[in-house]
């Protein structure tokens, strides 16, 4: 198989290694994107299934415009959202933990430099789930204030103010695992 157009025809026609060679091709990708708005492994495992399971039944709606990536990552989003719309009400959010301020603030390159991918998001991935949703919208995809409103069902104010208190949720958990790995040296 040598293009996306080729591999995309005869996935139309029912060609299950045609179907292997757009999942291999893309699977990783999306399982990061998966993960970011999963609280577990598992869930995003889940979720990346449910995803190409759609893909696959919506193929024939992509016509070739624009990315095929960015596709499928908008089927793995909206899924997410839909998910999470099942099964949390957004509008009754979670208090914070009552450690929520942190003491020492911290820039990005402090958290960069420490931090590899992984931990930032397992970090991510333990936030409340109406923050991780509207941060992971916000920093990763781009959405702005009144779209994230829009998606959720939330006011702008709120989707502001979540983004807000999820930034510094993790900034106090980055602190707090900074000064522990630095007292265990």
Known sequence: MKTQEE????????????FSTLYHQFSSKMMV?????SS?????????QEGFIRVFQ?????????????WIRRIMVNLALETYRKTI?????????????????????????QLNANELLSLVQQLPPTYRLVFNLYEFEGAKHHEIAQQLGISE????????????????WVS???????NQK
């Open 7 to 18: 591999i995309i025809k005869r996935c139309l026609k029912g060609d299950e290694t045609a």
């Open 33 to 37: 994107v998966c993960i970011r708005y």
């Open 40 to 48: 577990d492994h598992e869930s995003a495992q889940d979720l990346l």
């Open 58 to 70: 919506h193929l024939h709606q992509f016509k070739n415009e624009g990315s095929l990536e960015g």
């Open 89 to 113: 009400n957004l509008r009754n959010q979670t208090e914070l933990p009552s450690e929520y301020e942190s003491e020492h603030p911290l820039s990005a390159e402090d958290i960069m430099s």
């Open 157 to 172: 104010g709120t989707s502001k103010s979540n983004l807000h208190d999820a930034k510094k949720l993790l900034q106090k």
């Open 176 to 182: 707090k695992l900074m000064y522990d790995t630095n």
